[in-house]
């Protein structure tokens, strides 16, 4: 039932947001195609979204039931959230601290295999949703339209949380579970490093 009720959610949300963005937003032919492939290209072009999104469907797999499904929705819905806030120009504190350290909290409980409580696994995910969700809509291109663009950018990111789970499933086996904690660690390691700026990059 709950699993249910929050698929129905996203499905709302997501609907609303779509049209709320087209009565705002009247973009049609190449210039919603190209917000399409824009926010599709967004989440896997920054190094910081890619392996949070990957790090969430870890995690989720690790956790189990009914985390590995719940974390995966919260993220994008709160991704919507906080995509709406950044195309409004809606000003929000700390976002590029908050989407490094949400590299490195990530990373840190795949390495420490944190059997994390549900509502807090749930309210930290979500939290680092609307921080990405936030860059993602504030770095929306002139031309694109903003629909196209939040459809694209929910669409990859559920891919890279599809792509986590499956790493997540070799936790069941012994070396696995030690090559994903290894990761998780590489995963928050590079959180630091992201967060002083990435030092050592030309």
């Known amino acids: 039932m709950f699993k249910k009720a929050i698929n129905q959610s996203t499905i709302v949300?997501?609907?609303?947001?779509?049209?709320?963005?087209?009565s705002a937003f009247a973009h049609t032919g190449e210039e919603g195609a190209n917000g399409f492939l824009a926010g599709v290209m967004h989440p896997i072009s920054g190094f910081d979204h890619l392996l949070a999104m990957v790090s969430i469907g870890i995690w989720g797999a690790t956790l189990g039931r009914p985390l590995v499904w719940v974390l995966p929705v919260a993220f994008p819905m709160m991704m919507v959230v906080g995509g709406i806030l950044g195309i409004a120009g809606i000003p929000l504190p700390y976002i590029e601290?908050?989407?490094?350290?949400?590299?490195?909290?990530?990373?840190?409980?795949?390495?420490?295999a944190w059997r994390a409580p549900l509502a807090i696994a749930v309210a930290i995910v979500a939290v680092?949703?609307?921080f990405h969700g936030y860059a993602h809509g504030a770095e929306l291109p002139s031309s694109a339209s903003p629909a196209e663009f939040?459809?694209?950018?929910?669409?990859?990111?559920?891919?890279?949380?599809?792509?986590?789970?499956?790493l997540g499933f070799f936790n069941k086996f012994g070396l696995g579970r030690k090559a994903l904690r290894a990761a998780g660690a590489a995963i928050a390691a590079s959180g630091v490093?992201?967060?002083?700026?990435?030092?050592?990059?030309v």
Do not use: E, K, R
Request: proline share 4%; glycine share 18%.
């Open 193 to 201: 490093w992201i967060f002083f700026g990435m030092p050592g990059l």
């Open 97 to 112: 601290p908050g989407i490094a350290g949400s590299v490195v909290v990530l990373g840190l409980a795949i390495a420490a």
């Open 128 to 130: 680092f949703g609307v």
């Open 13 to 22: 949300l997501l609907l609303l947001a779509l049209l709320t963005f087209d």
């Open 150 to 166: 939040v459809a694209g950018f929910v669409i990859c990111t559920g891919t890279l949380h599809i792509a986590g789970i499956g």
